[in-house]
Each structure stands twice: as structure tokens, then as C-alpha cells.
């Protein structure tokens, strides 16, 4: 087999199934699983990989937590990952960074997810894959992957930092708040996630070419280090993925805006302009 690149598609996938020392890890709503997926995927609910608590739900769980999730799918040190779901990444690329966090560099993202497998017409198989356990251990989690609250105040306003926003523009401008606090950190630009992906291809990434100029235009470029987040680090999984995909320095905020929107001593700008 040859080596899986980290942005891997269906038809790509489908003519070397089935695949050894690979686990195909499906993180679509439980229904859609059931109903159809890719042949030996397993489940994962999404819920496992956070923390779930205020302020900072999106944040990760403990260590033990972690390893109980990653043993039960049946991962191993070798074993390469293949993450996708059914919204075109967010979940996906979340698990990607997850798997950085962790330690493990063997993954890749099933382009489109469920949405482009169907699309083309590949087989699917019902019901559940029981996964066979493993006894993998989180023994530490990784640095360069993620940035804190107290990170980004200390980079706002540097010319070799970026902040993506991947929320929604009503949330971008404080028209809509779901924290204490409506608005943007200070500087950050705004390309709400789902425009990344083209939904009559099957929730596939954009071009990545073009996207690359565009993102390069919003001063999102490859000799800057790049926050990402939106509300609880679901949608900036997708926007993380990308950011991977095209080579950027890019990194999570797992606090994201119910961190910094609740906090009343961070600087917070509205309106439509950084």
C-alpha cells in the first residue's frame, strides 16, 4: 500500500479497500451511521473528545479520559487513521487535531466525508462495526498544536500572527451573541467555515489553489502563525484541517468564543472589519 496522503479521496480510498493497520473512524450523527458507512468504519460520538464544561467545553478531556476513547476504537501506534463525518469536516478535523494533540501523525481526511462517498456512488455497509480494543495510552499531550487565552493576548497586534475566525458572520460582527459578549478578537478576519466546502460536490474542500490566494488575500499566510476558533472549536476543526491541508502554521484556540466572549477583562471589537 502506498502511503495515504493526509487529504485522501473517496475514489481514491474505495479501490484499496480493504486497507490493514487502518482504522476508519466515522464521526457522523449515529442515525446516518447506522443507516449507511463506509465498509469497516466504526463510530465515534463526537461528545468524547471534549471537555463539555464551561467555559471552555470545547477544550479536551483528561488524559485518562482520552486514553479510554482511543483503546476502545482499537488504536494503536502504527495505526493510520482515516477520520470523516457527514458535515464536510468539522468533526473530522477536529479528530485531526485531536490525534496532534495527542501524538499521533498517522491520519488522514476522507474528503467530503459520507456526503462525497455517496455521491460517487461507493458502496456502503449498515448497522454498527464493533471495533477491537487496544490498550493505547495518552501519556502526555503535544506542544504547537494549540494556543490559550492568555497566548493570543500576548500576540494580538504582532505582524507575524493571524487570528481565523471560522464563525458565522452575524457572530463575527456581535449582531449575534451566544456568550456574555457579542463581537471579534481584535484583528481577527472572518471566513465562516461552511464556504470552504462546496455542497453540490459533496461538502468537498474548494479548489485548493484558489483557496490559498483567498486566504492569502485575508492575510492568512504561510509566514504567519494562525489561531484558529469559532464558538467551541467544532467548526474551526474544519477550518484547522484546512489550514493543515494548505501547509499554514496554523493552531487551534479550544477555548474559542465561549472562553474569550465570557471573559469581561478581553479586548473584543464589532462590526465587519478586523
Not at 471537555?51 to 482511543?70: C, R
Not at 493543515?244 to 474559542?256: D, F, R, V
Request: aromatic fraction near 8%; charged fraction near 20%.
Amino acid at each position: 500500500m502506498s502511503p495515504l496522503p493526509l487529504l485522501l479521496e473517496a475514489q481514491t480510498l474505495a479501490e484499496q479497500l480493504p486497507l490493514n493497520n487502518v482504522l476508519i473512524i466515522d464521526q457522523s450523527k449515529l442515525d446516518s451511521y447506522l443507516q449507511h458507512h463506509i465498509p469497516g468504519a466504526v463510530h465515534l460520538d463526537f461528545k468524547r473528545l471534549q471537555l463539555g464544561i464551561a467555559p471552555t467545553p470545547g477544550a479536551l478531556p483528561s488524559l485518562p479520559q482520552l486514553s479510554e476513547v482511543f483503546s476502545a476504537l482499537g488504536l494503536t501506534p502504527d495505526t493510520h487513521v482515516i477520520a470523516y463525518d457527514d458535515e464536510g469536516g468539522g468533526w473530522a478535523g477536529r479528530l485531526i487535531w485531536v490525534l496532534d494533540m495527542i501524538g499521533h501523525r498517522h491520519y488522514s481526511y476522507l474528503n467530503g466525508g459520507i456526503k462525497a462517498w455517496l455521491q460517487d456512488g461507493l458502496p456502503t455497509e449498515a448497522g454498527n462495526v464493533a471495533p477491537v480494543p487496544s490498550s493505547y495510552q495518552v501519556e502526555q499531550l503535544c506542544d504547537g498544536f494549540s494556543l490559550s487565552k492568555d497566548d493570543i493576548l500576548a500576540r494580538i497586534g504582532q505582524p507575524d500572527f493571524a487570528i481565523w475566525d471560522a464563525r458565522s458572520q452575524a457572530e463575527y460582527c456581535g449582531d449575534k451573541v451566544i456568550s456574555s459578549r457579542g463581537g471579534h478578537i481584535p484583528g481577527a478576519v472572518n471566513y465562516e467555515w461552511t464556504r470552504g466546502m462546496n455542497p453540490e460536490n459533496g461538502l468537498r474542500i474548494n479548489p485548493l489553489e484558489p483557496f490559498r490566494v483567498l486566504l492569502s488575500d485575508m492575510g492568512l499566510t504561510a509566514d504567519k502563525e494562525i489561531a484558529t476558533h469559532c464558538q467551541t472549536h467544532h467548526r474551526s476543526g474544519y477550518t484547522y484541517l484546512v489550514g493543515k491541508i494548505l501547509g499554514l502554521n496554523i493552531k487551534a484556540y479550544p477555548g474559542s468564543w465561549s472562553e474569550w466572549g465570557n471573559d469581561p477583562n478581553t479586548p473584543v471589537t464589532t462590526g465587519d472589519q478586523p
